[in-house]
């Protein structure tokens, strides 16, 4: 079966750090770019980091220098170490595949989500 | 980064068209044709039903429909059924190799 499945989510204290996982599974993280995404409970979607299939790492304005998306092709997982973490931090963090996979291609569209998993930051 | 901008509701009775627009800029939207859809019911991942301004994946209905002009992309749905009732994002990707999402659209069948 083709799915994402986010783990690592928690309570953490303003300034802390954590770490997301996301395992994927019938299909390789390497073989495919693979991105983040938040909700904050009520709001609307944002993008937060993708790593693309030849490595490349790109961050949103609101993460850059605090998150670090990482990916382990052993244990064909992707990650993301979040550091110095804010109240406005909180959020539900869905990981996604982006371009589709096999036979079916959706240029830069994210077209396998995972559930998600909540992170809640106390100030 | 500048979110996309979009109307905050739109409904419409069922049967009828209705169609979300999606604004932003000439280096998002207006730059290239990579522009998504997602529709999200309460406590779902969001499910992709458009990309690449216009193309539907498999599975997803022709009554979802994508366009663009200039820096504008609209979805609009045919035929609404009560089963459309949802949010709704859209997506672009960017000059700068990123992305950004719209600020999303609740849609209301009567």
């Known amino acids: 079966e083709v799915r994402l499945v986010e783990s690592g989510g928690g309570f953490i204290q303003a300034g802390g750090s954590l770490r997301l996982s996301c395992a994927a599974s019938?299909?390789?993280?390497?073989?495919?770019?693979m991105t983040w995404v938040r909700q904050a409970p009520g709001k609307g979607l944002e993008w937060v980091s993708v790593m693309y299939t030849a490595g490349e790492k790109v961050y949103g304005d609101s993460v850059k220098g605090r998150f670090t998306i990482s990916r382990d092709t052993s244990k064909n997982t992707m990650s993301l170490h979040m550091r110095s973490l804010r109240a406005d931090d909180a959020a539900l963090y869905f990981c996604?595949?982006?371009?589709?996979?096999?036979?079916?291609?959706?240029?830069?569209?994210?077209?396998?989500w995972g559930q998600g998993t909540m992170v809640t930051v106390s100030s | 980064q500048s979110v996309l901008s979009q109307p905050a509701f739109v409904s419409g009775s069922p049967g009828q068209s209705l169609t979300i627009s999606c604004t932003g800029t000439s280096s998002d939207v207006g730059a290239y044709n990579d522009v998504s859809w997602y529709q999200q019911s309460p406590g779902k991942a969001p499910k992709l039903m458009i990309y690449?301004?216009?193309n539907r994946p498999s599975g997803v209905s022709s009554r979802f429909s994508g366009s663009k002009s200039g820096n504008t992309a609209s979805l609009t749905i045919s035929g609404l059924q009560a089963e459309d009732e949802a949010d709704y994002y859209c997506n672009s990707y960017t000059r700068s190799t990123t992305f950004v999402f719209g600020t999303g659209t609740k849609v209301t069948v009567l």
């Open positions: 019938g299909f390789g993280v390497s073989d495919n770019s």
């Open positions: 690449e301004v216009s």
């Open positions: 996604a595949r982006v371009g589709g996979s096999g036979g079916y291609i959706y240029r830069n569209a994210f077209d396998l």
